[in-house]
């Protein structure tokens, strides 16, 4: 039989504990979270979205977790008044005398300028929201420019909507002409990070109405990584993990302490954030030639295929030897060789996160043989397939159905 984990009443017999959820946001991965650490503690969950965010009247309560916005203070009040503990999930009442749990703002701002750094960004800009200045998120943007400056890039904050003037988000015409006078005073290519995820959705909208493209002239990064809003954006969208199933689940375990008469903690409870989540918004390296751009846009989404130079020329409407040409000049290498080299790149990311056998990693990237591959990747790597995975693993695994990897 499971073991029951029960609390002390006042009025004498053992009891399941009961924490009341309120969170209007149908945060998934932070309720998983919060539901992972309960179900080790036996506890009894009531999701307040289960009475469209109204307090149950009979029933007792132990504790409450809760991520509620401003509108919602009365809300707040009256869970506050039922006077059990209560943790809030991120710090928009930080005036409440109860322990909050937050993203850390600092790390995914400098996650997000480190990252459009690595792909090559040299002028970058934080999309902030008209009302950013009473929110603790400027700490996101403060940290991205300062991290990006650090690296040598010129960034720049912006806003699209000015308070006491707002537009409704759905008019994408003047937002594309808004973001188009933005990004005049910083010129192409561009990373954008934007403060949350459906914004910088919006962002993906509104640049092919001012005529950019998307990544290839505008990158662009959301935080959040909320899977369906992240794939169903125009491009799947990159985003930064802030993590929220820990968040979650630091949440609940936090309320367990106080719940058994612990102390409120002194400070923040800070989530350390899982880095950047890549997917097609940010694939890509910046160069300020569209042609170029657009050609390596083609030869990395079509890398498992046979591919030639004339192929990738067709492709983005360009000859053979201009392609060439401006490969050499925007990237100091041919398209071959920026070929071989996304290959042997995807085949280090496959060696090390899977057990799959060299021959099959060889055919996924586009190498017709395995002799061939062995021959690029030591070129390029300075070691055999075989021994790169052994360096860079705990221990060489084995391959799919059981096959050992390649031989050397």
């Given at each position: 039989m499971a073991k029951e984990f029960l609390n002390e009443s006042s009025d004498g017999p053992l009891r399941q504990r009961t924490v009341f959820v309120a969170d209007e946001w149908r945060n998934e991965a932070a309720k998983r979270g919060i539901v992972d650490y309960a179900r080790t503690r036996g506890w009894h969950l009531l999701d307040l979205n289960t009475y469209p965010l109204?307090?149950?009247g009979s029933l007792r309560v132990d504790g409450v977790l809760f991520n509620l916005s401003q509108e919602n203070a009365p809300l707040v009040k009256r869970l506050r008044r039922l006077g059990v503990p209560a943790v809030e999930i991120e710090d928009r009442y930080a005036r409440l005398r109860c322990p909050h749990v937050i993203w850390d703002r600092r790390a995914i701002g400098r996650a997000g300028a480190e990252h459009f750094a690595e792909r090559g960004f040299r002028r970058m800009a934080y999309l902030r929201s008209e009302a950013w200045r009473s929110q603790p998120n400027h700490l996101i943007c403060e940290s991205f420019l300062e991290r990006a400056r650090a690296l040598?890039?010129?960034a720049h904050a912006l806003e699209l909507?000015?308070?006491?003037?707002?537009?409704p988000w759905n008019q994408i015409d003047v937002f594309a002409d808004r973001l188009r006078k933005e990004l005049d005073r910083l010129a192409l290519p561009v990373g954008i990070f934007a403060f949350h995820d459906i914004m910088a959705t919006r962002v993906c909208h509104f640049c092919p109405a001012a005529g950019l493209s998307v990544p290839e002239q505008v990158a662009v990064l959301g935080i959040g990584n909320d899977p369906l809003t992240c794939d169903c954006a125009s491009v799947p969208l990159s985003s930064v993990d802030p993590n929220?199933?820990?968040?979650?689940?630091i949440a609940a375990e936090l309320l367990d302490r106080l719940m058994n008469g612990e102390a409120v903690p002194a400070k923040l409870v800070v989530t350390p954030s899982a880095g950047v989540v890549a997917r097609k918004s940010t694939d890509v390296l910046a160069v300020p030639d569209l042609d170029t751009a657009r050609a390596l846009r083609?030869?990395?989404?079509h890398l498992a295929e046979p591919l030639s130079v004339g192929r990738v020329a067709d492709a983005v409407a360009v000859s053979r030897r201009t392609l060439d040409r401006s490969f050499r000049a925007h990237l100091g290498r041919s398209v071959i060789d920026e070929l071989n080299r996304k290959r042997i790149e995807r085949a280090c990311e496959l060696l090390t996160g899977t057990r799959q056998s060299v021959v099959s990693?060889?055919?996924?990237?586009?190498?017709r043989t395995e002799p061939y591959l062995f021959r690029v990747f030591r070129k390029q790597m300075g070691m055999t397939p075989k021994k790169y995975r052994l360096a860079h693993t705990a221990r060489g695994g084995e391959g799919e159905n059981g096959e050992t990897p390649g031989q050397e």
């Open positions: 109204k307090l149950p040598g890039a010129t909507q000015r308070l006491g003037r707002l537009v929220r199933f820990a968040q979650g689940r083609y030869l990395w989404e990693i060889a055919r996924q990237v586009g190498f």
